[in-house]
T-cell receptor, first 115, second 110 residues
């Protein structure tokens, strides 16, 4: 089966600019996750969707970050305006509802550098 | 609140030696515990989960509820085990989000 697709793989922007990341999950996976991984740290969940509804966005900085999954398939994560501390790898993952609901498949990640 | 602690950021052992990567957790209830691994230039992927109670690539992990630990062990390390290892916890109530530890970089020396 095709894996989780993410683009772009790399992005360099200046602070206060905006950026968007795209994710296409594994076909049929109802749950989609966006994680932020800062260098030297473990992945931190930003937002979790089930189909096109938000399950958890408690750690999403909503003043600058937004995410949507309009048709319950692919998703976009946006940062506007970016800050230096947003430099990180943004990981998208997906999982089915059943079976294997608790096993996440990760994409390759989108590496953001904010100058 | 869910919390996962991996006390060692770096761990280096010689090939053929035993390996133990430590993981402690904090959760009020019975969580699900996982080990994920990221090999060089590869994606983060599941290594094993406590529910399966299986050995993957020679690794095992036992959930110790009394000590709130889920340490990863392998009796004889191989060079291809060099990677970044993350312990993760998923609550069984509410949003059931997966929370990761900081990770341990394991290096196997020849």
């Amino acid at each position: 089966e095709a894996g989780v697709a993410q683009s772009p793989r790399y992005k360099i922007i200046e602070k206060r600019q905006s950026v968007a990341f795209w994710c296409n999950p594994i076909s049929g996976h109802a749950t989609l996750y966006w994680y932020q991984q800062i260098l030297g740290q473990g992945p931190k969940l930003l937002i979790q969707f089930q189909n096109n509804g938000v399950v958890d966005d408690s750690q999403l900085p909503k003043d600058r970050f937004s995410a949507e999954r309009l048709k319950g398939v692919d998703s976009t994560l946006k940062i506007q305006p970016a800050k230096l501390e947003d430099s990180a790898v943004y990981l998208c993952a997906s999982s089915p509802l059943w079976p294997g609901a608790n096993v996440l498949t990760f994409g390759a990640g989108s590496r953001l550098t904010v100058l | 609140a869910q919390r996962v602690t991996q006390p060692e950021k770096l761990l280096s052992v010689f090939k053929g030696a035993p390996v133990e990567l430590k993981c402690n957790y904090s959760y009020s209830g019975s969580p699900e515990l996982f080990w994920y691994v990221q090999y060089s230039r590869q994606r983060l992927q599941l290594l094993l989960r406590h529910i399966s109670r299986e050995s993957i690539k020679g690794f095992t992990a036992d959930l110790n509820k009394g000590e709130t630990s889920f340490h990863l062990k392998k009796p004889f390390a191989q060079e291809e085990d060099s990677a970044m290892y993350y312990c993760a916890l998923r609550g069984v109530q509410g949003a059931q989000k997966l929370v990761f530890g900081q990770g341990t970089r394991l290096t196997i020396n020849p």
